[in-house]
């Protein structure tokens, strides 16, 4: 069994979505990560220092501002050099867009989502915004799979196989029929949602985007990322890369709190899998207080400065 | 230029479904169907390159059975000329399948761009555009938020971790909508009056692609329904949450 673990890196730093990447694909054996594009080599002592982490590839050092297609043809290429039985990555954006691609050229089915693996070839991935759970057999001979950050740990840094499991890969980057005209970063000094301990979160019932800032300062007395309800951010109170839900970012903090969001099944897709979920809300009925593990039928306005002054 | 949408009947997102008491699946039988939301928004995206002059015709393809026919006609009357069925019975095709047909009515279309939702609000695989776009070596831009043509080039900002990125493509490409790319209009009674004339065709998924080509790769074992419920605990005032939550910040 070979794991092939695709691992992004920014700037030669890992993202930390990587290190949950890993934990999963430790699972099933020893990993190889895999690194790409500008930053990927200095990147590589870091993954190397990742526990379950056997061997580090880094590839197309020389190439700034990868498209997915691009990066789809060197995983694949990776693929074969490295003889990969299994490629996993974690459910970012961006293998969302790549690992389908690579899959076509693979021919082979993808495992989106992945919450557990059972074996090496039976994976657990949700359906219907999380309403179900299927255990699915993969007969292909490669298996690709995404999996869920919020579902595997992030694998501890500091135990690694070391700077000897590391190598360059050879590997030619196929030119882009895309051109990338610019990359836009918001938010970058923001706590990361999807690995904040606290999330502090906010729906319609905020009301406006100048009021949904009344989330912020609580949130930097927690230590909180701030999340929005994709009815929050329809409305353009919260910019979307802030949703959480079944079409945003899926986030299992320790402590979830809702403001203002009434619960509809795609955003309990995004946070069901909270430790605590908190929810404040001015109607009783709202379906979030099912799923919550402490409700406070109250007006949030009034809640969220006695919140944050006793902290 | 000719445009081709992909469209998905799914079970409406807003019903409770239930599990088929083996565990072989969701029941899905007797539940009302819908577009795909996602793929709605694929469509407006179409109409409106055609009300704008830039295409020549949209072109909506839904894989699956003859229901699904239902879900083109809800498709035709948002503003697309015609449809096409490709229909496959018995088993639920698989993500891969489904990109290699949605491959060849492209490739018979002769589409200058496929557009798809971002994914299905049932599978939520998300898989299918960027499958197409690497089945047919074209661009893709995926996770679009916005596009506009200019000439004979794509311009589209899609969604990535951090923010956007500003992509310019080459034509024939994909595109696979995010629900802030455009919002999808209300099907007039007169416009649903006028999709029933509209044409429908049907070919046999079995003459588009080879029997390996539909073969399914993924075996379910079992499903099982998730209780997302818990027992709330609900407090009296902002003064006791704050003391519970400093209790949990500890």
Not at chain 1, 85 to 101: E, M, Y
Request: glycine share 8%; net charge negative; charged share 20%.
């Amino acid at each position: 069994m070979n794991v092939l673990v695709w691992a992004e890196q920014v700037d030669g730093r890992l993202r930390k979505s990587a290190l949950h990447a890993v934990s999963a694909g430790a699972a099933l054996g020893p990993v190889t990560v895999l690194l790409l594009g500008s930053g990927a080599e200095r990147a590589a002592g870091e993954a190397a220092s990742v526990r379950g982490v056997a061997k580090v590839r880094h590839a197309a050092n020389d190439a700034a501002e990868l498209t997915a297609e691009s990066l789809a043809g060197l995983v694949v290429q990776a693929v074969r050099a490295t003889e990969a039985t299994h490629v996993i990555a974690a459910a970012t954006p961006l293998a969302k867009v790549t690992l389908p691609r690579a899959c076509a050229q693979l021919d082979v089915m993808q495992l989106s989502e992945v919450v557990r693996i059972d074996s090496p070839s039976t994976f657990v991935r949700p359906l219907y915004a999380g309403s179900a759970l299927a255990t699915v057999e993969s007969t292909d001979p490669v298996k690709v799979a995404t999996v869920r950050v919020s579902a595997f740990a992030a694998a501890p840094v500091g135990s690694g196989a070391g700077g000897e499991a590391i190598e360059a890969l050879e590997l030619h980057v196929p030119a882009s029929p895309t051109r990338l005209i610019a990359r836009n970063a918001k938010n970058a000094v923001d706590v990361d949602l999807a690995d904040a301990r606290v999330v502090v979160s906010g729906g319609r019932g905020m009301s406006s985007a100048e009021q949904f800032k009344v989330l912020e300062p609580l949130a930097s007395k927690l230590g909180a990322a701030v999340g929005a309800s994709r009815a929050a951010v329809d409305a353009g109170y919260a910019p979307p890369e802030r949703q959480v839900g079944q079409t945003g970012r899926i986030v299992a903090p320790e402590i979830y709190l809702a403001f203002g969001i009434s619960g509809a099944v795609q955003h309990l897709a995004g946070m069901k899998d909270s430790r605590k979920i908190i929810a404040v809300n001015k109607d009783p009925e709202a379906p979030i207080f099912q799923v919550a593990d402490i409700g406070l039928v109250a007006d949030l306005f009034e809640v969220v400065p006695v919140l944050e002054r006793s902290l | 230029m000719k445009l081709l949408v992909a469209v998905k009947r799914v079970v409406d997102p807003n019903l409770r479904i239930s599990i088929r008491p083996d565990g072989s699946g969701v029941e899905t039988a007797g539940l009302k169907t819908v577009v795909n939301p996602f793929d709605e928004v694929a469509i407006e995206q179409a109409v409106r390159l055609k009300e704008a002059g830039i295409a020549s015709e949209v072109v909506l393809v839904s894989i699956g059975p003859a229901a699904a026919k239902d879900t083109l006609r809800a498709g035709l009357a948002l503003g697309a000329d015609r449809g096409v069925l490709v229909q496959s019975d018995g088993a639920e095709v698989e993500c891969l399948a489904v990109a290699k047909l949605l491959a060849a009515v492209a490739r018979r279309e002769n589409a200058a761009m496929v557009l798809l939702g971002k994914q299905s609000v049932d599978n939520d695989a998300a898989q299918c555009g960027p499958m197409l776009a690497g089945l047919l070596e074209w661009p893709q831009a995926s996770l679009a938020a916005r596009l506009r043509v200019e000439g004979e080039k794509l311009m589209a900002t899609c969604d990535t971790e951090d923010g956007t990125d500003e992509l310019e493509l080459g034509l024939p490409c994909i595109v696979t909508a995010e629900l802030r790319l455009v919002e999808p209009r209300y099907a007039t009674l007169p416009n649903v009056m006028a999709a029933r004339r509209k044409p429908i065709e049907t070919v046999a998924a079995s003459s588009l692609v080879d029997a390996a080509a539909l073969a399914p790769r993924l075996r379910t074992l079992k499903v099982e329904a998730v209780d997302t419920r818990r027992h709330v605990e609900m407090l009296r005032d902002a003064g006791e949450l704050a003391e519970r939550l400093q209790e949990l910040m500890a």
